[in-house]
Protein backbone atom coordinates (compact mmCIF):
# COMPACT_ATOMS: atom_id res chain seq x y z
CA UNK A 1 0.00 0.00 0.00
CA UNK A 2 1.57 3.90 -0.85
CA UNK A 3 1.63 6.32 1.75
CA UNK A 4 1.97 9.79 0.81
CA UNK A 5 5.58 11.27 1.94
CA UNK A 6 5.21 14.08 4.39
CA UNK A 7 5.70 17.46 2.24
CA UNK A 8 8.88 18.32 3.85
CA UNK A 9 10.60 15.27 3.21
CA UNK A 10 8.96 15.42 -0.74
CA UNK A 11 10.21 18.84 -1.08
CA UNK A 12 13.93 18.17 -0.18
CA UNK A 13 13.68 14.69 -2.50
CA UNK A 14 12.35 16.63 -5.73
CA UNK A 15 14.93 19.17 -5.37
CA UNK A 16 17.48 16.53 -5.11
CA UNK A 17 16.28 14.72 -8.11
CA UNK A 18 16.12 17.71 -10.04
CA UNK A 19 19.97 18.12 -9.78
CA UNK A 20 21.09 14.25 -10.42
CA UNK A 21 18.74 13.31 -13.09
CA UNK A 22 16.04 15.03 -15.76
CA UNK A 23 13.37 12.92 -15.62
CA UNK A 24 11.26 11.42 -12.85
CA UNK A 25 12.01 8.50 -10.94
CA UNK A 26 9.85 5.27 -11.14
CA UNK A 27 7.20 3.71 -8.85
CA UNK A 28 9.66 1.38 -7.82
CA UNK A 29 12.24 4.06 -6.93
CA UNK A 30 9.90 6.61 -5.33
CA UNK A 31 8.16 4.25 -3.07
CA UNK A 32 12.22 2.97 -2.17
CA UNK A 33 12.96 6.62 -1.00
CA UNK A 34 10.01 7.42 0.20
CA UNK A 35 10.37 7.16 4.23
CA UNK A 36 8.47 4.78 6.60
CA UNK A 37 5.96 5.73 8.89
CA UNK A 38 7.55 4.39 11.57
CA UNK A 39 11.02 6.16 11.00
CA UNK A 40 9.60 9.77 11.01
CA UNK A 41 11.76 12.57 9.59
CA UNK A 42 14.25 13.93 12.17
CA UNK A 43 13.37 17.46 10.51
CA UNK A 44 9.69 16.93 11.34
CA UNK A 45 8.99 19.42 13.99
CA UNK A 46 6.94 17.91 17.30
CA UNK A 47 4.14 20.55 19.23
CA UNK A 48 4.43 18.48 22.43
CA UNK A 49 8.41 18.75 22.29
CA UNK A 50 9.58 21.82 21.00
CA UNK A 51 13.60 21.38 19.81
CA UNK A 52 15.69 23.99 21.20
CA UNK A 53 17.51 26.33 18.60
CA UNK A 54 20.83 24.89 18.59
CA UNK A 55 22.73 22.33 20.30
CA UNK A 56 24.35 23.31 23.77
CA UNK A 57 27.99 23.06 23.54
CA UNK A 58 29.59 19.50 24.04
CA UNK A 59 25.93 17.99 23.16
CA UNK A 60 27.91 14.85 21.97
CA UNK A 61 29.18 14.19 25.50
CA UNK A 62 27.14 12.88 28.58
CA UNK A 63 25.25 15.85 30.27
CA UNK A 64 25.22 15.16 33.86
CA UNK A 65 23.13 18.29 34.71
CA UNK A 66 20.40 19.13 32.79
CA UNK A 67 19.90 22.03 30.77
CA UNK A 68 18.07 24.99 31.82
CA UNK A 69 16.20 26.95 30.01
CA UNK A 70 16.07 31.19 30.64
CA UNK A 71 12.10 31.24 30.97
CA UNK A 72 12.02 28.30 33.08
CA UNK A 73 15.05 29.73 35.39
CA UNK A 74 12.89 33.35 35.89
CA UNK A 75 9.88 31.14 36.66
CA UNK A 76 11.93 28.95 39.46
CA UNK A 77 13.41 32.39 40.35
CA UNK A 78 9.84 34.33 40.73
CA UNK A 79 8.49 31.28 42.85
CA UNK A 80 11.73 30.84 44.93
CA UNK A 81 11.31 34.21 46.04
CA UNK A 82 7.55 34.58 47.42
CA UNK A 83 8.04 30.70 48.40
CA UNK A 84 9.92 32.96 51.82
CA UNK A 85 6.24 34.58 52.47
CA UNK A 86 4.47 34.14 55.94
CA UNK A 87 2.93 30.63 56.19
CA UNK A 88 0.66 29.58 59.63
CA UNK A 89 3.43 28.15 61.44
CA UNK A 90 6.71 29.09 62.35
CA UNK A 91 9.35 27.09 60.47
CA UNK A 92 13.37 26.23 60.55
CA UNK A 93 15.36 26.27 57.89
CA UNK A 94 15.61 22.81 56.77
CA UNK A 95 11.98 23.15 56.29
CA UNK A 96 11.96 26.39 54.62
CA UNK A 97 14.48 25.12 51.86
CA UNK A 98 12.49 21.99 51.25
CA UNK A 99 9.45 24.43 50.61
CA UNK A 100 11.54 26.80 48.42
CA UNK A 101 12.77 23.59 46.18
CA UNK A 102 9.30 22.72 45.84
CA UNK A 103 7.53 25.92 44.60
CA UNK A 104 11.05 26.55 42.75
CA UNK A 105 10.55 22.99 40.72
CA UNK A 106 7.16 24.13 40.00
CA UNK A 107 8.01 27.74 38.63
CA UNK A 108 10.36 26.43 36.44
CA UNK A 109 7.89 24.18 34.68
CA UNK A 110 5.62 27.23 34.95
CA UNK A 111 8.00 29.53 32.89
CA UNK A 112 9.27 26.82 30.45
CA UNK A 113 4.78 26.12 29.54
CA UNK A 114 4.73 30.11 29.17
CA UNK A 115 7.49 30.65 26.98
CA UNK A 116 6.41 27.46 24.95
CA UNK A 117 2.56 29.20 24.71
CA UNK A 118 4.14 32.16 23.56
CA UNK A 119 5.76 30.58 21.52
CA UNK A 120 2.74 29.01 19.75
CA UNK A 121 0.95 32.02 19.81
CA UNK A 122 3.88 34.05 18.26
CA UNK A 123 4.07 31.05 15.56
CA UNK A 124 8.71 31.43 16.25
CA UNK A 125 11.12 29.27 17.20
CA UNK A 126 12.75 29.20 20.34
CA UNK A 127 15.78 31.66 20.41
CA UNK A 128 19.64 31.33 21.80
CA UNK A 129 19.61 33.27 24.82
CA UNK A 130 22.58 36.06 25.08
CA UNK A 131 25.41 35.67 27.71
CA UNK A 132 23.93 39.23 28.61
CA UNK A 133 20.36 37.92 29.43
CA UNK A 134 21.89 35.21 31.66
CA UNK A 135 24.07 37.71 33.50
CA UNK A 136 20.50 39.81 34.46
CA UNK A 137 19.28 36.86 35.77
CA UNK A 138 22.08 35.98 38.31
CA UNK A 139 22.30 39.19 39.20
CA UNK A 140 18.69 39.92 39.73
CA UNK A 141 18.77 36.33 40.80
CA UNK A 142 21.12 37.43 44.15
CA UNK A 143 19.55 40.48 44.77
CA UNK A 144 15.95 39.33 44.90
CA UNK A 145 16.52 35.58 46.78
CA UNK A 146 19.29 38.03 49.22
CA UNK A 147 15.78 40.29 49.97
CA UNK A 148 13.39 37.56 49.58
CA UNK A 149 15.95 35.38 52.28
CA UNK A 150 16.26 38.74 54.50
CA UNK A 151 12.23 39.44 54.60
CA UNK A 152 11.59 35.54 55.26
CA UNK A 153 13.55 35.63 58.28
CA UNK A 154 12.09 38.91 59.43
CA UNK A 155 8.66 37.44 58.99
CA UNK A 156 9.39 34.21 61.01
CA UNK A 157 11.01 35.95 63.57
CA UNK A 158 7.46 38.02 63.69
CA UNK A 159 5.54 34.59 63.97
CA UNK A 160 7.23 33.22 66.50
CA UNK A 161 6.53 36.15 68.39
CA UNK A 162 2.98 36.39 68.27
CA UNK A 163 3.01 31.92 69.29
CA UNK A 164 5.55 32.99 72.14
CA UNK A 165 8.27 30.56 70.34
CA UNK A 166 11.64 31.05 71.25
CA UNK A 167 13.38 28.16 69.88
CA UNK A 168 15.94 29.41 66.10
CA UNK A 169 18.35 27.57 64.88
CA UNK A 170 21.01 29.50 63.06
CA UNK A 171 22.91 26.06 61.38
CA UNK A 172 19.47 25.14 59.48
CA UNK A 173 18.85 28.84 58.55
CA UNK A 174 22.34 28.94 56.80
CA UNK A 175 21.40 25.59 55.57
CA UNK A 176 18.37 26.58 53.64
CA UNK A 177 19.41 27.98 50.03
CA UNK A 178 21.75 24.27 49.67
CA UNK A 179 18.51 22.47 50.65
CA UNK A 180 16.38 24.62 48.34
CA UNK A 181 18.93 24.22 45.35
CA UNK A 182 19.44 20.38 45.98
CA UNK A 183 15.50 19.93 45.81
CA UNK A 184 15.14 21.80 43.10
CA UNK A 185 17.55 19.57 41.14
CA UNK A 186 16.31 16.17 42.31
CA UNK A 187 12.71 17.26 41.05
CA UNK A 188 14.11 18.84 37.84
CA UNK A 189 16.16 15.88 37.24
CA UNK A 190 12.89 13.39 38.03
CA UNK A 191 11.00 15.73 35.20
CA UNK A 192 13.67 15.06 32.65
CA UNK A 193 13.81 11.36 33.19
CA UNK A 194 9.30 11.50 32.63
CA UNK A 195 10.26 13.25 29.54
CA UNK A 196 12.76 10.85 27.92
CA UNK A 197 10.18 7.98 28.90
CA UNK A 198 7.40 9.36 27.34
CA UNK A 199 9.63 10.64 23.92
CA UNK A 200 10.83 6.85 23.67
CA UNK A 201 7.37 5.88 24.29
CA UNK A 202 5.82 7.95 21.56
CA UNK A 203 8.55 6.33 19.22
CA UNK A 204 7.65 2.75 19.73
CA UNK A 205 4.13 3.69 19.86
CA UNK A 206 4.93 5.45 16.31
CA UNK A 207 5.16 1.77 14.68
CA UNK A 208 1.69 1.96 15.03
CA UNK A 209 -0.18 4.48 15.27
CA UNK A 210 0.18 8.15 13.93
CA UNK A 211 2.65 10.53 15.30
CA UNK A 212 0.26 12.96 16.87
CA UNK A 213 -1.60 9.93 18.42
CA UNK A 214 1.56 8.41 19.49
CA UNK A 215 2.40 11.75 21.53
CA UNK A 216 -1.21 12.03 23.12
CA UNK A 217 -1.24 8.03 24.09
CA UNK A 218 2.83 7.96 25.62
CA UNK A 219 2.01 11.39 27.60
CA UNK A 220 -1.62 9.16 29.04
CA UNK A 221 0.54 6.28 29.83
CA UNK A 222 3.42 7.95 31.26
CA UNK A 223 1.31 9.97 33.70
CA UNK A 224 -0.82 6.85 34.33
CA UNK A 225 2.33 5.23 34.99
CA UNK A 226 4.15 7.69 37.40
CA UNK A 227 0.38 8.55 39.22
CA UNK A 228 0.40 4.26 39.58
CA UNK A 229 3.72 3.98 40.71
CA UNK A 230 3.68 6.63 43.34
CA UNK A 231 -0.21 6.01 44.53
CA UNK A 232 0.39 2.10 44.37
CA UNK A 233 3.94 1.08 44.86
CA UNK A 234 5.65 4.42 46.77
CA UNK A 235 2.74 5.75 48.72
CA UNK A 236 1.09 1.94 49.43
CA UNK A 237 4.41 0.45 50.53
CA UNK A 238 5.38 3.67 52.83
CA UNK A 239 2.06 3.65 54.39
CA UNK A 240 2.27 -0.39 54.73
CA UNK A 241 5.76 -0.18 56.38
CA UNK A 242 4.21 2.81 58.95
CA UNK A 243 1.75 0.32 59.66
CA UNK A 244 3.81 -2.24 60.27
CA UNK A 245 6.45 0.13 62.03
CA UNK A 246 3.54 1.75 64.35
CA UNK A 247 1.74 -1.24 65.38
CA UNK A 248 4.62 -2.73 66.80
CA UNK A 249 4.77 0.74 68.64
CA UNK A 250 1.33 -0.11 69.39
CA UNK A 251 2.34 -3.02 71.83
CA UNK A 252 4.21 -1.03 74.43
CA UNK A 253 3.30 0.97 77.69
CA UNK A 254 3.56 4.56 77.78
CA UNK A 255 6.21 5.45 80.54
CA UNK A 256 4.41 6.17 84.22
CA UNK A 257 1.26 3.59 83.21
CA UNK A 258 0.32 1.19 84.64
CA UNK A 259 -2.74 -1.39 84.57
CA UNK A 260 -5.72 0.03 86.60
CA UNK A 261 -6.83 -1.54 89.38
CA UNK A 262 -10.05 0.26 89.35
CA UNK A 263 -13.38 -2.04 88.07
CA UNK A 264 -14.31 1.17 86.60
CA UNK A 265 -11.92 1.31 83.93
CA UNK A 266 -11.57 -1.13 80.64
CA UNK A 267 -8.32 -3.90 81.25
CA UNK A 268 -8.96 -3.20 85.24
CA UNK A 269 -10.57 -6.11 87.21
CA UNK A 270 -13.88 -7.48 85.86
CA UNK A 271 -12.93 -5.84 82.41
CA UNK A 272 -14.50 -7.67 79.36
CA UNK A 273 -11.50 -5.81 77.42
CA UNK A 274 -8.11 -7.45 78.16
CA UNK A 275 -5.35 -5.06 79.28
CA UNK A 276 -3.35 -6.57 76.72
CA UNK A 277 -5.72 -5.61 73.52
CA UNK A 278 -5.80 -1.91 73.90
CA UNK A 279 -3.10 -0.74 72.45
CA UNK A 280 -0.46 2.20 73.18
CA UNK A 281 -2.99 4.88 73.31
CA UNK A 282 -6.37 2.69 75.29
CA UNK A 283 -3.50 1.91 78.04
CA UNK A 284 -2.78 5.49 78.24
CA UNK A 285 -6.15 6.65 78.28
CA UNK A 286 -7.96 3.90 80.53
CA UNK A 287 -4.38 3.62 82.87
CA UNK A 288 -4.26 7.77 83.95
CA UNK A 289 -6.35 10.19 84.29
CA UNK A 290 -7.74 12.13 87.68
CA UNK A 291 -9.05 10.12 90.71
CA UNK A 292 -12.00 10.98 92.47
CA UNK A 293 -9.74 12.21 95.07
CA UNK A 294 -8.18 14.94 92.35
CA UNK A 295 -11.39 16.03 91.14
CA UNK A 296 -12.88 16.61 94.89
CA UNK A 297 -10.04 18.61 95.67
CA UNK A 298 -10.45 20.88 92.50
CA UNK A 299 -14.62 21.25 92.84
CA UNK A 300 -14.33 21.05 97.05
CA UNK A 301 -17.35 18.87 96.64
CA UNK A 302 -17.59 14.94 97.24
CA UNK A 303 -16.34 13.66 94.01
CA UNK A 304 -17.26 10.42 92.17
CA UNK A 305 -14.65 8.02 90.37
CA UNK A 306 -14.94 8.35 86.35
CA UNK A 307 -15.76 6.01 84.14
CA UNK A 308 -13.62 4.99 81.05
CA UNK A 309 -14.14 2.54 78.69
CA UNK A 310 -12.14 1.81 75.20
CA UNK A 311 -11.45 -0.93 73.28
CA UNK A 312 -8.16 -1.17 70.62
CA UNK A 313 -7.42 -2.77 67.36
CA UNK A 314 -6.73 -6.36 68.88
CA UNK A 315 -9.71 -6.43 71.01
CA UNK A 316 -11.81 -7.34 67.62
CA UNK A 317 -11.43 -7.73 64.35
CA UNK A 318 -13.85 -5.24 62.59
CA UNK A 319 -15.32 -1.89 64.06
CA UNK A 320 -18.43 -3.21 64.76
CA UNK A 321 -17.70 -5.98 67.09
CA UNK A 322 -15.29 -3.40 68.42
CA UNK A 323 -17.58 -0.90 69.45
CA UNK A 324 -19.67 -3.28 70.74
CA UNK A 325 -17.36 -4.45 72.92
CA UNK A 326 -16.26 -1.03 74.22
CA UNK A 327 -20.59 -0.23 74.95
CA UNK A 328 -20.42 -3.82 76.64
CA UNK A 329 -17.56 -2.73 79.13
CA UNK A 330 -18.93 0.67 79.27
CA UNK A 331 -22.22 -1.00 80.52
CA UNK A 332 -20.22 -3.02 82.94
CA UNK A 333 -18.97 -0.42 84.57
CA UNK A 334 -22.12 1.34 85.36
CA UNK A 335 -21.46 3.88 82.35
CA UNK A 336 -25.10 4.11 81.83
CA UNK A 337 -25.93 5.23 85.17
CA UNK A 338 -23.80 8.32 85.47
CA UNK A 339 -24.91 11.99 84.92
CA UNK A 340 -22.93 12.65 81.98
CA UNK A 341 -21.84 9.93 79.36
CA UNK A 342 -19.42 11.53 76.41
CA UNK A 343 -18.64 9.16 73.38
CA UNK A 344 -14.97 10.29 72.19
CA UNK A 345 -14.11 9.65 68.83
CA UNK A 346 -10.15 9.13 68.61
CA UNK A 347 -7.19 10.14 66.22
CA UNK A 348 -5.52 7.45 64.11
CA UNK A 349 -3.51 5.63 66.30
CA UNK A 350 -6.42 5.46 68.66
CA UNK A 351 -5.05 8.77 70.80
CA UNK A 352 -7.47 10.90 73.27
CA UNK A 353 -6.00 14.59 74.17
CA UNK A 354 -6.19 14.15 77.78
CA UNK A 355 -6.88 17.57 78.21
CA UNK A 356 -10.81 16.80 76.58
CA UNK A 357 -12.07 14.28 78.62
CA UNK A 358 -9.87 15.47 82.32
CA UNK A 359 -12.16 18.89 81.67
CA UNK A 360 -15.05 17.27 81.29
CA UNK A 361 -14.72 14.73 84.08
CA UNK A 362 -13.56 17.26 86.21
CA UNK A 363 -16.27 19.58 85.48
CA UNK A 364 -19.16 17.29 85.83
CA UNK A 365 -17.37 16.64 89.41
CA UNK A 366 -16.53 12.82 88.80
CA UNK A 367 -20.20 12.01 87.47
CA UNK A 368 -19.14 11.06 84.39
CA UNK A 369 -18.17 8.16 81.48
CA UNK A 370 -16.31 8.48 78.28
CA UNK A 371 -15.90 5.78 75.71
CA UNK A 372 -13.93 5.41 73.03
CA UNK A 373 -11.82 3.43 70.43
CA UNK A 374 -8.69 2.90 68.34
CA UNK A 375 -9.51 2.42 64.37
CA UNK A 376 -5.73 2.62 63.57
CA UNK A 377 -2.03 1.92 63.92
CA UNK A 378 -0.96 5.34 62.22
CA UNK A 379 -0.41 8.57 63.72
CA UNK A 380 -3.07 11.82 63.38
CA UNK A 381 -1.10 13.56 60.29
CA UNK A 382 -0.54 10.02 58.49
CA UNK A 383 -4.47 8.92 59.43
CA UNK A 384 -5.82 12.10 58.16
CA UNK A 385 -4.41 11.38 54.79
CA UNK A 386 -4.60 7.62 54.08
CA UNK A 387 -7.15 6.61 57.13
CA UNK A 388 -10.70 8.79 56.53
CA UNK A 389 -12.81 5.92 55.43
CA UNK A 390 -12.03 4.12 58.95
CA UNK A 391 -12.23 7.02 61.04
CA UNK A 392 -15.94 7.91 59.69
CA UNK A 393 -16.94 4.05 59.83
CA UNK A 394 -15.67 4.01 63.54
CA UNK A 395 -17.48 7.43 64.66
CA UNK A 396 -20.59 5.88 63.17
CA UNK A 397 -20.52 2.32 65.08
CA UNK A 398 -19.13 3.55 68.20
CA UNK A 399 -22.00 6.03 68.15
CA UNK A 400 -24.97 3.97 66.93
CA UNK A 401 -23.51 1.34 69.41
CA UNK A 402 -24.04 3.71 72.39
CA UNK A 403 -27.34 5.25 71.38
CA UNK A 404 -28.84 1.74 70.89
CA UNK A 405 -28.27 1.47 74.71
CA UNK A 406 -28.95 4.65 75.70
CA UNK A 407 -32.41 5.14 73.56
CA UNK A 408 -33.64 1.82 75.17
CA UNK A 409 -33.64 3.30 79.07
CA UNK A 410 -36.25 5.33 80.30
CA UNK A 411 -36.43 8.62 80.08
CA UNK A 412 -35.58 9.71 83.47
CA UNK A 413 -32.90 7.66 83.70
CA UNK A 414 -30.74 8.63 80.54
CA UNK A 415 -27.57 10.25 81.34
CA UNK A 416 -27.04 13.16 79.50
CA UNK A 417 -25.48 12.21 76.55
CA UNK A 418 -22.25 14.18 74.63
CA UNK A 419 -19.92 14.03 71.56
CA UNK A 420 -16.56 15.63 71.04
CA UNK A 421 -13.29 14.63 68.93
CA UNK A 422 -10.37 16.54 67.89
CA UNK A 423 -8.72 16.71 64.22
CA UNK A 424 -10.08 13.50 62.28
CA UNK A 425 -11.77 12.20 65.53
CA UNK A 426 -14.07 15.15 64.45
CA UNK A 427 -14.67 13.90 61.19
CA UNK A 428 -15.47 10.47 62.53
CA UNK A 429 -17.93 12.17 65.12
CA UNK A 430 -19.79 14.37 62.60
CA UNK A 431 -20.19 10.99 60.26
CA UNK A 432 -22.87 9.95 63.16
CA UNK A 433 -25.38 12.85 62.24
CA UNK A 434 -26.89 14.37 59.26
CA UNK A 435 -27.10 18.01 60.31
CA UNK A 436 -27.70 20.87 62.54
CA UNK A 437 -30.91 19.32 63.90
CA UNK A 438 -29.62 15.34 64.33
CA UNK A 439 -26.98 16.68 66.51
CA UNK A 440 -29.96 18.77 68.50
CA UNK A 441 -31.90 16.14 68.77
CA UNK A 442 -29.82 12.83 69.82
CA UNK A 443 -27.12 14.43 71.96
CA UNK A 444 -27.29 17.33 74.72
CA UNK A 445 -23.83 18.60 73.41
CA UNK A 446 -21.08 18.38 71.26
CA UNK A 447 -17.35 19.81 71.35
CA UNK A 448 -14.95 19.63 68.61
CA UNK A 449 -11.63 20.96 68.11
CA UNK A 450 -9.37 21.37 64.90
CA UNK A 451 -11.80 20.09 62.60
CA UNK A 452 -10.22 19.21 58.93
CA UNK A 453 -11.15 20.95 56.36
CA UNK A 454 -13.21 18.54 54.74
CA UNK A 455 -15.21 17.63 57.49
CA UNK A 456 -18.56 17.19 55.87
CA UNK A 457 -20.79 19.36 58.51
CA UNK A 458 -18.21 21.66 59.47
CA UNK A 459 -18.11 23.00 55.62
CA UNK A 460 -21.83 23.23 55.58
CA UNK A 461 -22.30 24.95 58.34
CA UNK A 462 -19.17 27.29 57.28
CA UNK A 463 -20.09 28.01 53.86
CA UNK A 464 -23.81 28.69 54.54
CA UNK A 465 -22.59 31.15 57.54
CA UNK A 466 -24.42 34.37 57.69
CA UNK A 467 -23.56 37.07 56.01
CA UNK A 468 -20.96 39.57 56.84
CA UNK A 469 -19.15 36.81 59.83
CA UNK A 470 -15.42 35.50 58.78
CA UNK A 471 -14.60 32.04 57.99
CA UNK A 472 -12.15 32.33 60.78
CA UNK A 473 -15.12 32.75 63.48
CA UNK A 474 -18.61 31.87 61.41
CA UNK A 475 -21.83 32.85 62.63
CA UNK A 476 -24.51 29.77 61.54
CA UNK A 477 -28.02 30.89 61.44
CA UNK A 478 -27.37 33.49 64.46
CA UNK A 479 -25.73 30.76 66.53
CA UNK A 480 -29.14 28.84 68.02
CA UNK A 481 -27.71 25.60 67.69
CA UNK A 482 -24.40 25.69 66.42
CA UNK A 483 -21.15 28.16 67.45
CA UNK A 484 -17.61 28.55 66.34
CA UNK A 485 -15.04 29.97 68.67
CA UNK A 486 -10.78 31.11 67.71
CA UNK A 487 -10.40 32.24 71.03
CA UNK A 488 -12.43 30.32 73.93
CA UNK A 489 -11.20 32.09 76.56
CA UNK A 490 -12.63 35.21 74.90
CA UNK A 491 -16.63 33.68 74.17
CA UNK A 492 -18.44 32.17 71.98
CA UNK A 493 -20.15 34.95 69.27
CA UNK A 494 -22.72 36.13 69.25
CA UNK A 495 -22.79 36.96 72.28
CA UNK A 496 -25.79 38.57 71.97
CA UNK A 497 -27.90 36.23 70.51
CA UNK A 498 -29.93 33.26 73.01
CA UNK A 499 -27.90 29.94 72.67
CA UNK A 500 -31.03 27.40 74.43
CA UNK A 501 -30.77 23.81 74.47
CA UNK A 502 -28.31 21.01 73.14
CA UNK A 503 -25.06 23.13 72.20
CA UNK A 504 -22.29 22.20 69.50
CA UNK A 505 -19.40 24.07 69.46
CA UNK A 506 -16.33 24.11 66.86
CA UNK A 507 -12.66 25.48 68.70
CA UNK A 508 -10.60 26.43 65.21
CA UNK A 509 -7.39 28.31 65.72
CA UNK A 510 -6.57 30.52 62.76
CA UNK A 511 -3.43 29.69 62.58
CA UNK A 512 -3.84 25.48 62.82
CA UNK A 513 -3.33 24.20 58.93
CA UNK A 514 -5.32 21.25 59.89
CA UNK A 515 -8.25 23.42 59.35
CA UNK A 516 -7.41 25.48 56.66
CA UNK A 517 -5.77 23.30 54.44
CA UNK A 518 -7.71 21.83 51.56
CA UNK A 519 -6.56 20.83 47.51
CA UNK A 520 -8.46 24.16 46.55
CA UNK A 521 -5.27 26.58 47.93
CA UNK A 522 -3.60 25.27 44.92
CA UNK A 523 -5.53 27.66 42.82
CA UNK A 524 -8.16 29.54 44.78
CA UNK A 525 -8.21 32.25 47.32
CA UNK A 526 -10.08 31.01 50.26
CA UNK A 527 -12.24 33.91 52.07
CA UNK A 528 -10.00 33.38 55.49
CA UNK A 529 -6.90 34.95 53.62
CA UNK A 530 -8.66 37.55 52.62
CA UNK A 531 -10.24 38.38 55.10
CA UNK A 532 -9.08 40.43 58.46
CA UNK A 533 -6.25 37.58 59.65
CA UNK A 534 -6.65 35.87 63.04
CA UNK A 535 -4.98 37.14 66.32
CA UNK A 536 -1.85 34.75 65.62
CA UNK A 537 -1.13 34.97 62.02
CA UNK A 538 0.81 37.39 60.18
CA UNK A 539 -1.62 40.32 58.74
CA UNK A 540 1.79 40.24 55.88
CA UNK A 541 0.19 36.33 54.48
CA UNK A 542 -1.47 36.66 51.04
CA UNK A 543 -2.92 33.70 49.01
CA UNK A 544 -0.44 33.01 45.85
CA UNK A 545 -1.20 29.92 42.95
CA UNK A 546 0.71 26.85 44.00
CA UNK A 547 3.18 28.62 46.77
CA UNK A 548 0.60 28.97 49.30
CA UNK A 549 -0.68 25.44 49.29
CA UNK A 550 2.68 23.85 49.67
CA UNK A 551 3.62 26.13 52.83
CA UNK A 552 0.16 25.12 54.54
CA UNK A 553 1.17 21.51 53.08
CA UNK A 554 4.45 21.68 54.94
CA UNK A 555 3.12 23.32 57.97
CA UNK A 556 0.68 19.96 58.88
CA UNK A 557 3.29 17.71 60.14
CA UNK A 558 4.22 20.24 63.19
CA UNK A 559 0.63 21.71 63.82
CA UNK A 560 1.28 19.85 67.31
CA UNK A 561 5.26 21.63 67.64
CA UNK A 562 3.65 24.83 68.86
CA UNK A 563 2.54 25.92 72.53
CA UNK A 564 -0.91 25.93 73.29
CA UNK A 565 -3.34 27.90 71.88
CA UNK A 566 -1.97 28.07 68.48
CA UNK A 567 -1.81 25.65 65.57
CA UNK A 568 -3.66 22.18 66.27
CA UNK A 569 -2.89 22.32 69.96
CA UNK A 570 -5.99 22.49 72.27
CA UNK A 571 -5.45 22.24 75.85
CA UNK A 572 -6.91 24.97 78.06
CA UNK A 573 -9.68 25.72 75.45
CA UNK A 574 -11.42 22.46 76.46
CA UNK A 575 -12.14 24.13 79.72
CA UNK A 576 -13.92 26.77 78.35
CA UNK A 577 -15.55 24.96 75.80
CA UNK A 578 -16.81 22.17 78.57
CA UNK A 579 -18.25 24.91 80.38
CA UNK A 580 -20.15 26.26 77.54
CA UNK A 581 -21.64 23.09 76.38
CA UNK A 582 -21.95 21.18 79.72
CA UNK A 583 -23.03 24.09 81.48
CA UNK A 584 -22.20 23.21 85.05
CA UNK A 585 -22.69 25.12 88.02
CA UNK A 586 -20.71 26.10 91.57
CA UNK A 587 -17.84 27.22 89.16
CA UNK A 588 -16.30 30.84 88.91
CA UNK A 589 -14.01 32.55 86.83
CA UNK A 590 -11.02 32.17 88.93
CA UNK A 591 -12.38 27.98 89.19
CA UNK A 592 -11.63 28.15 85.66
CA UNK A 593 -8.38 29.58 85.75
CA UNK A 594 -7.15 27.00 87.99
CA UNK A 595 -8.68 24.19 85.94
CA UNK A 596 -6.62 25.41 82.84
CA UNK A 597 -3.53 25.10 84.93
CA UNK A 598 -4.34 21.46 85.45
CA UNK A 599 -5.20 20.43 82.37
CA UNK A 600 -2.37 22.92 80.38
CA UNK A 601 0.93 20.83 79.72
CA UNK A 602 3.28 21.77 82.51
CA UNK A 603 6.66 22.97 80.74
Known amino acids: MNHDPPAGAGAAEGSSRDAREPSPPSRTEASRTEPSPAEPSPAEPSPAEPSPAEPSPGSGKRRWLPHLTLPGCWGALVLACLSFTPSLLPRGGILQGLICGITAAIGYGLGVLAAYVWRAFADRDARVPSRRSWLVLLGCGLVLFGLSFGLGQYWQHEIRGLMEVTDYNVLTTVACPFVAVLVFWLLLLAGRGLRRLYRWAARLLRRWIGPRAARVVGWLLVAGLAWSAFSGLLLGGLVNAANEAFSVRDTQTPEGVHQPTSSLRSGGPGSVVPWDSLGRQGRAFTGSGPTAADIGAFTHRTAQEPVRAYAGLSTS ?287
Open 317 to 603: DDAESRAERAVADLERAGGFTRENLLVMTTTGSGWVDPAAVDSFEYLGNGDAATVAMQYSYLPSWMSYLVDQSKAREAGRELFDAVYDVWSKLPQDQRPRLFVAGESLGSFGGETAFSGEYDLRNRTAGTLFAGPPNFNTLFREFSDHRDSGSPEIEPVYKDGRTVRFTDDAPAGMPPAERPWDGTRVLYLMHPSDPIVWWSPKLALSEPDWIGQAPGRDVLGAMVWMPFVTFWQVTADLPFATGVPDGHGHTYKAAYVDGWNAVMRPTGFTAQDLDRLRDIVRPQD
